[in-house]
Nanobody, 125 residues
Framework: QVQLVESGGGLVQAGGSLRLSCAAS????????MGWFRQGPGKEREFVAT?????????SYADSVNGRFTISRDNAKNTVYLQMNSLKPEDTAVYYC?????????????????WGQGTQVTVSS
């Protein structure tokens, strides 16, 4: 059974940092792109960041987080990370990690087959 389990969410003040982790089990995702998405209150799920297969040579970010968030992966641990700095109240959302169907980094939510249950991030002003 394939599982993606996010952790590291919580409550933080504006300007603070959090590091999210997503541990995969049930299969290896070394050859798959991985992504982070988020869903704020009353909003649709939106793209945050994606990283390509293997060493993660290709990364892409939503404009709203570019320069503040960093996605990375550790294939030995079958884990992907999202380092979030300079957090803003508008970053408040449930954050989901996802495993892509293919190797290339993609912002398209439809290109992801496996999803975690999500972790809540709340940024207070």
């Amino acid at each position: 059974q394939v599982q993606l389990v996010e952790s590291g969410g919580g409550l933080v003040q504006a300007g603070g940092s959090l590091r999210l982790s997503c541990a995969a089990s049930g299969r290896r995702f070394n050859n798959n792109a991985m992504g982070w998405f988020r869903q704020g209150p009353g909003k649709e799920r939106e793209f945050v960041a994606t990283i390509s297969w293997g060493g993660g040579g290709t990364k892409s970010y939503a404009d709203s987080v570019n320069g503040r968030f960093t996605i990375s992966r550790d294939n030995a641990k079958n884990t992907v990370y999202l380092q979030m700095n300079s957090l803003k109240p508008e970053d408040t959302a449930v954050y989901y990690c996802a495993a892509g169907r293919a190797a290339w980094a993609t912002r398209n939510i439809g290109d992801y087959d496996y999803w975690g249950q999500g972790t809540q991030v709340t940024v207070s002003s």
